[in-house]
């Protein structure tokens, strides 16, 4: 394999998507969306309030990539599922297979136009990353990071598309089943996951102590006394028990980790902050005694990255054995802090994914071929 | 028939080449069908060789093995000296090979093409413009070298593609149909691209129908049928079963034709429209029959050959299997 040889591929494939369709249309349609849409977000934080001000950018920000990301999910199989079979069938493949590029270089080749039609599409995505930054409040980090995850995710989904076009014969199929593993990875580990929770369900005693401030001994005064007070101490503390169902959410978070959407919000670097009376400063973990300002914090939710990613380090953790005092429990809660991040796995399982696609397309464009697909002319 | 019997049997054995095509035993299924039931064929460097038979006798399938695309099932296959399946790379370097229905790149210029091919055969970056502009000199497409190749016509393609194959000046060449949708001109033009190639050294291997071309491009002929080779010949040297030609026969009075064929003891079809048919030996004795006709006053108005000498024997072998 050489790098010449896949830039060859790569080349010719990318000049000939450019020239082919409808690129100029589709690009600015792309824009246009964009632009809308980040616009909306940016008129219905006008009335969120002063606290929302100083990251009204982050919030914009992530509302974006996430839009990004489901339009580019929309369009990356478009771009790839055709690519291998596609090519059969124009009957350009084979007199391709018997130049001196091997199976790798073609693979490569097919995989780098594709993901590079699909960088285009991120690259026009810059100005609208400038316009959240000028509205503050978004790490120059976290762009990074987003940027980068975001290439990597749909890297998978170009080579699954690419391996499933080299797979079958028609492209037709091809297509519809790479849009069926955008949705198994989009809504499916989603259902899998709410289906899996369900099935983790159990059921726990726990034992709690309540005060007692009346007994026989100790009658309460009677009704008509105007006092509705209780005494100032119980007289005891009794143990009680009662049996809580809970979801063991912590067994089957993997499900939700090769979930595009997950990995990107996860990945993305969170910095919380909070609004004090002498204005927004950095997140302090909270001490034992601290009332958690926590009404105060964008803790509250409003990035919508952050947000997926503390709801899925939630998911993660197991559950807090508490004393029954919610107070407590809750400090336990923070004082556990977010859990471990779920996008390492996510990740990883994307990068398997991506890389059994590719060895997958470049054993079936290998040729001398010992057996074809079904219905299959070689050339 | 005896003659054709001796044709169908085993080919003539075939010294090893060293370098060209040497392939022996060649089998391969698809599935329950077995495209390739043991092939033979031998092409000598400096020599057309024309693979003919009817459709679906294997020949594509035959070049699909020849040209490392396929394994094969059993049998040896050398090309330039190299196994395709254990050496693809080798024989890819060395060997060209172009299809019967292949498509070109949709937005790709005819010049862009060819650079792209000489690119993916690795030649120096440097050489790459100018092994284009010499191929489309050599197919006489230089005005259409930077029009997109969806507006070339179908002979224009069919041109591209063989230079396509051309690119890395191999000196093993296989074409499947090269000939189909050529105009008569460019028919010729093939030819003696063909033969100019042939006689620089290389060995090329041409599948095609049209079998009065091959009679005059062709220094050997394979002929293959239902997955088997049936015969391997040198066109100079076409066995007594091929020199037995058909002749057709039309004159103003058929009535008085007919009496004078079977006068002089020649079988002959029943008239139609077309004219009387005749099975005559070599041109001297249809030289014999027409002077003799004249001789005897029938009007004959037209005296010629049915189809090539490849043709009858095309014919021949495979009327004999179907």
Redesign the interface.
């Known amino acids: 394999m050489t790098l ?2 896949v830039r ?2 790569a080349r ?1 494939e990318f ?2 998507r ?3 369709g409808r690129w100029r249309w589709l690009l600015a349609a792309w824009f246009v969306i964009l632009v809308a849409i980040t616009a909306l977000v940016r008129l219905a934080l006008r009335e969120a309030g002063q606290e929302v001000a100083p990251y009204r950018g982050s919030v914009m920000y992530g509302g974006l990539m996430i839009l990004v990301l489901s339009l580019s999910l929309l369009v990356v199989p478009a771009l790839a599922a055709q690519s291998v079979n596609g090519d059969r069938e ?3 493949l ?9 199976a790798v270089e073609i693979a490569l080749g097919k995989f780098a136009a594709a993901w590079g039609t699909t960088m285009v599409f991120l690259l026009l995505t810059a100005p609208l990353v400038l316009w959240c930054v000028a509205e503050g409040g978004v790490d120059l980090a976290s762009i990074a990071v987003v940027t980068l995850v975001m290439a990597i995710l749909l890297a998978t989904v170009c080579a699954v598309a690419l391996a499933l076009s080299a797979l079958l014969a028609r492209s037709t199929t091809s297509s519809v089943l790479s849009y069926l593993s955008v949705f198994v990875l989009t809504l499916g580990t989603l259902i899998g996951f709410g289906l899996a929770t369900a099935m983790t369900q159990e059921s726990v005693t726990r034992s709690f102590r309540h005060p007692v401030y009346y007994d026989e001994a100790h009658p309460p005064p009677p009704p008509s006394e105007s006092s509705r007070e209780l005494p100032p101490t119980p007289l005891r503390f009794e143990e009680g028990t009662y049996i809580e169902t809970r979801s063991r959410t912590d067994r089957v978070w993997w499900l939700l980790a090769p979930n595009p959407f997950v990995v990107l919000a996860d990945a993305a670097p969170y910095r919380p902050r909070c609004y004090t009376p002498e204005g927004w400063t950095a997140y302090q973990p909270l001490q034992p005694g601290d009332v958690p300002p926590r009404h105060q914090c964008d803790d509250s939710g409003i990035d919508p990255l952050g947000a997926i990613g503390r709801s899925v380090r939630e998911l993660r953790k197991a559950p807090v054995s508490d004393s029954g005092d919610g107070r407590i429990a809750e400090y336990a809660d923070r004082e556990q802090g977010r859990g471990a991040p779920v996008w390492p796995t996510g990740l990883a399982i994307n990068l398997a994914l991506g890389a059994g696609a590719l060895v997958l397309a470049t054993r079936r464009l290998r ?4 057996t ?1 697909p079904r219905g299959q002319r ?2 | 028939m005896t003659t054709t019997d001796s044709l169908a049997a085993a080919p003539a054995p075939t010294p090893p080449v060293t370098g060209g095509i040497d392939a022996r035993g060649v089998r391969r299924r698809f599935g329950s069908v077995e495209a390739v039931r043991g092939m033979d064929l031998a092409a000598h460097p400096g020599r057309v060789t024309a693979l003919v038979g009817p459709n679906g006798a294997g020949k594509t399938t035959l070049l699909l093995i020849l040209a490392t695309l396929l394994v094969p099932d059993d049998g040896s296959v050398r090309i330039a000296g190299y196994d395709p399946v254990t050496q693809p790379e080798e024989v890819r370097q060395r060997m060209g090979w172009s299809p019967d229905v292949f498509g070109l790149y949709e937005g790709l210029t005819s010049r862009e093409y060819l650079e792209f091919f000489a690119a993916a055969y690795r030649l120096p970056a440097g050489d790459r413009a100018t092994r284009a502009r010499e191929l489309l000199a050599l197919a006489r497409l230089e005005e259409y070298a930077d029009q997109p190749v969806h507006v070339l016509s179908r002979g224009q393609k069919q041109r591209l593609g063989l230079m396509r194959a051309l690119v890395h000046r191999p000196e093993v060449l296989l074409l499947d149909e090269p000939a189909a949708g050529l105009d008569p001109r460019s028919r010729v033009e093939l030819r003696e691209l063909l033969r100019g190639l042939a006689a620089d050294g290389a060995a090329v291997l041409v599948s095609s129908h049209v079998l009065s071309d091959l009679e005059e491009l062709a220094d050997d002929v394979v002929f293959v049928d239902h997955g088997h080779t049936v015969g391997h010949h040198s066109v100079s040297n076409l066995p007594r079963a091929v020199a037995l030609r058909q002749w057709r026969l039309r004159s103003l009075d058929d009535a008085l034709l007919i009496a004078a064929l079977t006068r002089l003891g020649i079988a002959h079809s029943p008239p139609g429209p077309a004219g009387v048919d005749v099975q005559v030996g070599l041109d001297t004795e249809a030289a014999g029959l027409l002077a003799a006709l004249v001789r005897d006053d029938v009007p004959v108005v037209s005296f010629q050959p049915v189809g090539g000498a490849l043709e009858q024997t095309f014919l021949e072998l495979t009327e004999e299997r179907s």
């Open positions: 010449d040889g060859t591929v010719q000049m000939q450019i020239r082919k124009r009957g350009v084979a007199t391709l297979q018997v130049t001196r590029l091997s040729t001398p071929a010992h074809l070689v050339a």
